[in-house]
């Protein structure tokens, strides 16, 4: 599994910033060509994504909420065990 960061807003130096207090090792892009909001329909920050293996949004989250966590992690083991099922 990996976590990849779209920045849509383009700023590098203030998601290098957030990130660095983040205990997550992830891929951070910048979106200078708006291909996040194009592709998945990110039109809201923070917007979290659950990709599968295939390239699609299995799950789509605007906003941040103090459940988001064990929500992902819910939605996380259940793709997982999708996975392993195939």
Known sequence: MKVVIIDV???K?????????????ALVLLDDKRLGRDIFGIVGTPT???VD???RAVFKHVGYGEDMNDML??????????????
């Open 53 to 55: 293996s295939l390239g």
């Open 13 to 25: 130096e203030p998601t290098q910033k957030v990130m660095s207090g983040v205990p997550v090792t």
């Open 48 to 50: 979290t994504l659950i």
């Open 73 to 86: 992690s819910g939605e996380i083991d259940a793709l997982l065990e999708k996975s392993e099922s195939l």
């Open 9 to 11: 807003r383009n700023q």
